[in-house]
C-alpha cells in the first residue's frame, strides 16, 4: 500500500510539472516549426537535466561532501524557475510569425 502511494505521489508530481511544459512549449515556436522546436527543447533539457546533472552532483559530491550536491541541485531549480519566468506570454501573438 505504501508503495502505491509513493507511485501515486510521485506521478502526480509528474504530471504536475510536465502537463503544463507540453501545452505550454509549442505555443514559443511557429506554425512552421512548432514540432521541431518542442521535440528538440524538451529533448536537449532530458539530456542535459537527465544526463549531466547526475555525473555534475556526483563529481561534486565526492570533492566535496553529500550536501554539496543538494545545493547544486537547489541552484538548478533557481534557475529552472528564472527561465520559465522570463519566457515569454503567447496569448495575444500570432503564432505563424513568431
Same mark, same amino acid.
Given at each position: 500500500?505504501l *508503495?502505491?502511494?509513493?507511485l501515486?505521489?510521485?506521478? !502526480?508530481?509528474?504530471?504536475? *510539472? ?5 501545452a505550454?512549449m509549442?505555443? +514559443?515556436?511557429g ?5 521541431? &522546436? ?16 547526475p555525473?555534475?552532483?556526483?563529481? !561534486?559530491a ?6 554539496v &550536491? ?10 529552472? !524557475?528564472?527561465c520559465? !519566468?522570463?519566457?515569454?506570454?503567447t496569448?495575444?501573438?500570432? +503564432?505563424?510569425?513568431?
Amino acid at each position: 500500500m505504501l *508503495i502505491a502511494v509513493a507511485l501515486s505521489g510521485a506521478l !502526480l508530481c509528474m504530471g504536475i *510539472i510536465y502537463g503544463p511544459a507540453g501545452a505550454y512549449m509549442p505555443e +514559443l515556436f511557429g506554425t512552421n516549426m512548432r514540432y521541431s &522546436g518542442a521535440g528538440f527543447s524538451y529533448n536537449l533539457g532530458g539530456v542535459l537535466g537527465g544526463a549531466a546533472a547526475p555525473l555534475i552532483v556526483t563529481a !561534486l559530491a565526492e570533492a566535496y561532501s553529500p550536501s554539496v &550536491g543538494g545545493w547544486f541541485m537547489s541552484a538548478m531549480a533557481l534557475v529552472s !524557475l528564472a527561465c520559465v !519566468l522570463a519566457l515569454p506570454e503567447t496569448a495575444e501573438r500570432d +503564432l505563424d510569425t513568431v
